[in-house]
């Protein structure tokens, strides 16, 4: 078990530019989330994948958001013409299909984006 | 809708004091209940979860228990440590989806 990593940790972009995000779950885990979460807040979820399906969209997600799982294994989150409202940390977390542990989410360290 | 909402930090204590962090949630359905630490300079980590009414929930000495007549979720722990220094989020899961509280920050001075 060699946790949730995401790549990169740090980005920093321009308004109006695409960024993609990668995060790699745990290697038996099928359940993927990910969040935004901003400073002083929570995280806020974005969006859910069982396997390579997105079951789950948040409103949060606005069309500049798309998120892929294409072989049920790492997963891309990708903003298209960031704005400043997007920085933020992106989370991602993973669960396992084991009855009663599905709901026992592993977090990564997440990305942080920062918009100038 | 759903939500949680949690006490407002930031909590500073001595060593060996109680500590109460306070939750309630709004949620349709029978959610499950969790609690999340954030060591500092670490990630997210599950503390303990209820997955039904009336359930506790515990891990490293904190307990809370699914109340849901008062739709609460409040977190204890009988005598802190400095190494529970840490932010604390409640979050209910409806299925699909999570739902996280603001977190609240806890401060441990010896």
């Known amino acids: 078990d060699t946790g949730v990593s995401q790549d990169p940790r740090h980005k920093i972009t321009k308004r109006g530019q695409n960024v993609t995000f990668r995060c790699d779950p745990i290697?038996?885990?099928?359940?993927l989330y990910w969040y935004r979460q901003t400073l002083g807040q929570g995280p806020e979820f974005l969006t859910y994948?069982?396997?390579?399906?997105?079951?789950?969209k948040s409103r949060l997600l606005s069309d500049r958001f798309s998120a892929e799982r294409p072989k049920g294994s790492f997963s891309t989150l990708e903003i298209q013409r960031t704005e400043q409202g997007d920085s933020a940390m992106y989370l991602c977390a993973s669960s396992p299909a084991t009855s009663g542990r599905e709901d026992t989410q592993y977090f990564g360290p997440g990305t942080r984006l920062t918009v100038l | 809708g759903n939500s949680v909402t949690q006490m407002e930090g930031p909590v500073t204590l001595s060593e060996e004091a109680f500590l109460t962090i306070n939750c309630t949630y709004t949620?349709?359905?029978?959610?499950?209940l969790f609690w999340y630490v954030q060591y500092p300079g670490e990630g997210l980590q599950l503390l303990l979860k209820a997955t039904k009414a009336d359930d506790k929930g515990s891990n490293k000495g904190f307990e809370a228990t699914y109340r849901k007549e008062t739709t609460s979720f409040h977190l204890e722990k009988g005598s802190v440590q400095v190494s529970d220094s840490a932010v604390y989020f409640c979050?209910?899961?409806?299925?699909?989806?999570?739902?996280f509280g603001t977190g609240t920050s806890l401060t441990v001075i010896p």
């Open positions: 979050a209910l899961n409806t299925g699909n989806q999570f739902y």
């Open positions: 290697s038996e885990h099928n359940r």
């Open positions: 994948f069982q396997n390579e399906a997105q079951l789950e």
């Open positions: 949620a349709t359905g029978y959610p499950s």
